[in-house]
Nanobody, 125 residues
Framework: QVQLVESGGGVVQPGGSLRLSCLASGHNFKIYHMAWYRQAPGNQRELVATITPIGRGSRTDYIDSVKGRFTISRDNVENTVAVYLQMNNQQPEDTAVYYC??????????????WGQGTQVTVSS
């Protein structure tokens, strides 16, 4: 059964840090590009950071607004892929629900895009 389980969100003050984790299982996620996305209230979901498979060098890319502050990484743990997002020097505009998924397209399940429950990040003083 395909599962994407995100965790690690919370409330942090501006300038603070959080580390998000995602466990991806039930599919051969090891061969996929993975990514973190986020959706702020009233906005569309946006791509934040991507990472290629370990076998392709785990190359990373970021949207401009998080470059130098966020770091995406991944690891293979038996039949599960773990994807992390280290977020430093967070700003109020980083407030959103964060999701991990495959990239460039989300995982499909029974003909529909499949998303995990996400994890809420709130940056506020």
């Amino acid at each position: 059964q395909v599962q994407l389980v995100e965790s690690g969100g919370g409330v942090v003050q501006p300038g603070g840090s959080l580390r998000l984790s995602c466990l991806a299982s039930g599919h051969n996620f090891k061969i996929y590009h993975m990514a973190w996305y986020r959706q702020a209230p009233g906005n569309q979901r946006e791509l934040v950071a991507t990472i290629t498979p370990i076998g392709r060098g785990s190359r990373t890319d970021y949207i401009d607004s998080v470059k130098g502050r966020f770091t995406i990484s991944r690891d293979n743990v038996e039949n599960t892929v773990a994807v992390y997002l280290q977020m430093n020097n967070q700003q109020p505009e980083d407030t959103a629900v964060y999701y991990c998924n495959t990239e460039p397209r989300p995982t499909r399940l029974e003909g529909n895009d499949y998303w995990g429950q996400g994890t809420q990040v709130t940056v506020s003083s």
